[in-house]
Nanobody, 122 residues
């Protein structure tokens, strides 16, 4: 059974930091691009960041550039999202996703995690 399990969410004050983790299991994710999306209440799910299998290519939404860093540890089958200088508008459920062919669209994701809540207080 393929699983993506997120952890690391929580409540933090504006300006603070959190590190999200996404542990993958159940199959090899060799050649899969892994990424993060988020969904705030009443809004559509949106792309946050992605990283290629090798880690050599990283992609970020404009609204997180310079604040968030995505990384992966293939030996541990785990991906990370380091979030610094958090803002109240970053409050959302954050989802880990994996795709063989990444085109940023939700429909192209092959696997999703269950999500982890991030709440940033002002």
């Amino acid at each position: 059974q393929v699983q993506l399990v997120e952890s690391g969410g929580g409540l933090v004050q504006a300006g603070g930091s959190l590190r999200l983790s996404c542990a993958a299991s159940g199959r090899s994710f060799s050649s899969y691009t892994m990424g993060w999306f988020r969904q705030a209440p009443g809004k559509e799910r949106e792309f946050v960041a992605a990283i290629s299998w090798s880690g050599g290519n990283k992609y970020y939404a404009n609204f997180v550039k310079g604040r968030f860093t995505i990384s992966r540890d293939n030996a541990r089958n785990t991906r990370y999202l380091q979030m610094n200088n958090l803002k109240p508008e970053d409050t959302a459920v954050y989802y880990c996703a994996a795709a063989k062919t990444w085109d940023y669209g939700l429909a192209s994701m092959d696997y999703w995690g269950q999500g982890t809540q991030v709440t940033v207080s002002s």
